[in-house]
């Protein structure tokens, strides 16, 4: 970070002057090894950071929870009352209570990390780029890596990454963002007087703002924290992320779920007190540990974390297909998008045009071979290639052609059909480059004979208007009605056949002009080419995968309407009677009637970049989730209003690149269907989480609650005649490590159901837990209650089932079934309706997760110093059958259920 002193300022001092403060060439720019080394130096280009948290205080932050103070309570109650009786033998409540608070410390700060080590890939894989000059040569680097001195080569759509001084050229810069100036600010090198405000240094640029128009260079005089940005920044207090609807709706839930648990333990305790006879502090600290144990293991306190994983994870994945999402929480917006308004050039097709077709006066004329004596036709294919700036350069031995695609189609075709030396007695002076906002381009050039010639090349709608006389099959004549009929006819006819229309036109004058938008008129018409851009091969299938989805797709388009049904109708977004609205009908049309009107149209053409925002707040006015793509300056406004705003990676501006909540590394329309798919996928994940954890929480609660409740009923009494608990604080404890640990993060990294693009999509305040999943949760939690239950009283003498084990062994037995039918929870929560037995080998992770509890359980039960830290006794090989056979109960239980919702489910359909 670093900024240049020089005279009063930078934007006062002569750009020379500016250079050699500098010491940059303002041809070659700095070498590669004062780059380096002034990086080294000043550091890389950034706004400063909020200083790292050590490790260690990560370490301890997973210990700032209520529930966690609650166990650390616990540990204290039971160390003291440990002490307070003699401390006689080992403490093993203490101890095993502390393993816990240390292991669940230890896997939050795991799954911490693993989340910031990904969203921090993300960041590097959508950061910000600069072209810079080099020793002579155009380079492009990363942000970061832009130094003082570095001579920056500016033109539409860069995002400016550092405040620089003009040296070359001009342009226009939006810098709302730093000075609240909404319309474009003109530039150029010029000095400015000293103490200009901010907004009037014409002669800068500032890191953060975007070049809408206009090229330039510009030698860097401040990086980092120096930049006009970086002090305000600094001026800036860390403001912290607001959170989705869903991240919302998960702490509701917790802390719902928190308070009723805190209630339910509360009434255990009492219930415990009431019916048990108090003798020793040791009873008082049972049956409080027995509490706070109780409502850690119900509360899934580590939602939160499991759950920026699982994000993090996801768009991971997305990235390796080529979809950038640069926020973990646009994926809930694309698992929820129903509309995607989407660019036809690139993205539903292959951005490589080819000039086929050209229509003049004198008749159609097809490129693909030799145009014989038709020099209109001639003239369109060698002054359409003048008037633009692709280039050919050698590869591979043979010539190339580098530049926008439709000015390639020109030159690709020059090349093919021999005209190159038509062109070259032409010697190009200047232009009026083209934009978005004129549709047009403009070339001066001297002529080798003498004189000067103007070709403009652009939409014919923007074309035609300009010109008074139309070359013809005898040359140069009047623009009269059976010209214009047989130019329009041809248009129609390319158009018809889905191909891109550009006019080409042109003006010979005397003495060569300097360029200016005065010249474009008066001009002749040589002819309008026909440029195809063929489909994407797998556009048409992933339209169809889209609308099977319930997703709206809209094609977006600055081409002529025939041309846009015609691709529209090839990749499956309209038929050959779908309504087209132009621009023109767009901008007449007021915010009412688009309203009505869009949800009933799927294609725009002619539209200008500004009109796509108010096509996202029609369609956001209905209620739809909007991804909306785009590439260029003016897209950024509503790439920033849509739910999804989606830039182009290869072909997108800086600006457009910024603005945008998802980045498609490959331009391709099927990457944002499978980011869609992807993003669904995630959130039926989470849900599937959610369903596990809770179910079997409620499993746990209920077994203590019910157990205590019902004591009397079941027997469950100790030798000397006192109620006993079902389960023990530490056991409690054990099966909210194990179900936390392994099962509950694999049950999040399920295989995508095969009907994920079958269904509507999900609207953001839809719950996340429905009521059929409240269904879900409750019937199962009652079943692992009732198994658990049952076989406590099944090995306990008494109750409604006669048995002969002592308590150890019974508390063990019960213990034992509610660890597995935890774990067979894992496999039946995948769905609500859908066999357990369907796919059930899908998730290797899970079955791994599941093998390993199981080994630890029988660990539990059969290690004898496990045995004491427990109070558990070894099982013989039939008392383990039977714990099998009371934990399949459950998945019998959750089958039934999803038996009958899926007989509604057929009944309701």
């Not at 038709?374 to 290639?385: F, H, I, Q």
């Not at 000397?720 to 099966?735: K, R, Y």
């Amino acid at each position: 970070m670093a900024a240049l002193t020089v005279g009063s300022g930078p934007y006062v001092a002569d750009a020379r002057e500016v250079a050699a403060a500098a010491e940059t060439d303002l041809r070659s720019g700095l070498s590669a090894a004062e780059a380096a080394a002034r990086l080294a130096r000043d550091g890389p280009n950034r706004l400063a950071e909020a200083a790292a948290v050590p490790a260690w205080r990560k370490l301890l932050g997973q210990l700032a929870d209520p529930l966690v103070y609650l166990l650390l309570g616990a540990i204290v109650i039971s160390f003291v009352a440990w002490i307070v009786e003699g401390h006689h033998g080992t403490p093993w409540d203490t101890l095993v209570i502390a393993i816990v608070v240390v292991v669940n410390a230890v896997l939050g700060f795991v799954q911490e990390r693993r989340s910031e080590n990904a969203v921090a890939a993300l960041q590097r894989m959508s950061a910000a780029t600069a072209l810079v000059i080099r020793d002579g040569q155009p380079v492009r680097v990363t942000a970061d890596d832009v130094v003082v001195g570095d001579l920056l080569s500016l033109t539409e759509g860069d995002a400016v990454v550092a405040d620089a001084r003009l040296v070359e050229g001009s342009l226009w810069a939006a810098e709302a963002a730093l000075t609240g100036e909404s319309a474009p600010v003109p530039k150029d090198p010029a000095a400015v007087e000293e103490g200009a405000a901010l907004g009037d240094r014409t002669s800068m640029v500032f890191a953060g703002t975007g070049v809408t128009r206009g090229t330039a260079r510009a030698v860097v005089v401040a990086t980092g924290t120096s930049t006009e940005t970086g002090r305000i920044a600094d001026l800036l207090e860390a403001t912290e992320q607001s959170k989705t609807p869903l991240q919302r709706q998960i702490a509701t839930l917790s802390k719902t779920l928190g308070i009723a648990v805190l209630v339910i333990a509360a009434v255990v305790i009492a219930a415990v007190l009431a019916t048990h006879e108090i003798a020793t502090l040791s009873d008082v600290v049972a049956v409080l540990l027995l509490g706070v144990a109780l409502a850690v293991a119900a509360v899934p306190q580590a939602l939160p974390a499991v759950m920026t994983v699982v994000l993090a994870l996801g768009v991971q994945r997305m990235a390796q297909s080529n979809a950038i999402v640069k926020e973990l929480s646009s994926l809930e917006a694309l698992g929820s998008a129903s509309v995607i308004c989407t660019d036809k050039t690139g993205t539903l097709t292959e951005n490589r045009m080819a000039l086929r077709s050209v229509a003049t006066a004198a008749g159609e004329v097809e490129a693909t071979g030799d145009l014989g004596a038709n020099a209109a036709a001639r003239a369109v294919v060698s002054l359409g290639s003048l008037a633009g700036d692709a280039i050919v350069v050698d590869r591979d031995g043979g010539p190339a052609f580098e530049g926008d695609p439709t000015e390639t189609a020109f030159l690709a075709a020059e090349h093919r059909l021999g005209l190159e030396e038509e062109r070259h007695r032409l010697t190009r002076v200047g232009a009026v480059p083209f934009s978005s906002e004129r549709q047009r381009m403009t070339v001066v050039a001297s002529h080798a004979d003498g004189g000067g010639l103007i070709a403009v090349k652009g939409a014919p709608d923007v074309i035609l208007p300009r010109c008074s006389s139309v070359l013809g099959a005898d040359g140069e004549a009047g623009w009269d009605a059976d010209a214009h009929r047989s130019i329009e006819r041809g248009m129609e006819d390319l158009a018809e056949r889905g191909m891109r229309t550009i006019a080409v036109a042109y003006r010979h004058v005397d003495e060569t002009p300097d360029p200016s938008e005065e010249l474009e008129k008066d001009l002749i018409l040589a002819g309008v080419a026909g440029i195809v851009d063929p489909p994407r091969p797998q556009a048409r299938q992933s339209v169809a995968d889209a609308q099977s989805a319930g997703i709206k797709i809209v094609m977006i388009t600055g081409d002529h309407p025939a041309t846009a049904r015609a691709i529209a109708t090839d990749v499956g977004i309209a038929d050959d009677d779908a309504l087209v609205i132009s621009g023109p009908q767009l901008a007449r049309m007021p915010d009412e009637e688009l309203y009505e009107e869009a949800p009933l149209t799927a294609v725009f053409a002619r539209v200008a970049p500004e009109d796509k925002l108010r096509l996202v707040d029609a369609f956001q006015a209905h209620g739809e989730i909007v991804a909306m793509t785009g590439d260029g300056v003016n897209d950024a406004p509503a790439l920033r209003a849509a739910d999804i705003g989606v830039a182009m990676g290869r072909g997108g501006t800086e600006v457009a690149r910024e603005a945008a909540a998802m980045i498609l590394a490959d331009d391709d329309f099927s990457t944002i269907v499978k980011a869609i798919r992807e993003g669904r996928g995630i959130l039926d994940n989470i849900g599937r989480f959610l369903r596990f954890l809770i179910a079997a929480n409620l499993g746990e609660v209920l077994s203590v609650f019910l157990g205590v409740v019902a004591a009397g009923v079941l027997g469950f009494t100790a030798a000397d005649g006192t109620v006993v608990a079902p389960l023990l604080a530490t056991q409690i404890l054990w099966i909210n490590l194990l179900t936390d640990m392994g099962p509950a993060l694999a049950v999040s990294a399920e295989r995508y159901s095969s009907d994920l693009m079958e269904r509507a999509p999900r609207r953001p305040r839809d719950p996340i837990l429905t009521g059929r999943t409240w269904v879900f949760m409750a019937w199962t939690g009652i079943w692992m209650a009732a198994a658990t239950l049952l076989t406590l009283d099944a090995f306990l003498p008494g109750g409604l089932i006669e048995g002969s084990s002592d308590l150890d062994t019974a508390r063990t037995a019960a213990f034992t079934v509610l660890v597995l039918a935890n774990l067979t929870v894992a496999f039946s929560a995948r769905s609500e309706t859908m066999s357990v037995l369907h796919d059930l080998a899908s998730n290797a992770w899970l079955w791994g997760a599941v093998g390993l509890s199981v080994l630890m359980q029988i660990a539990v039960v059969h290690l004898p110093v496990l045995n004491t830290a427990f109070s558990t006794a070894p099982l013989s090989l039939g008392q383990w059958a039977f714990c099998v056979a009371a934990t399949m109960t459950v998945p019998l239980a959750s089958e039934a259920l999803k038996g009958v919702l899926r007989a509604r489910e057929r009944r309701v359909g």
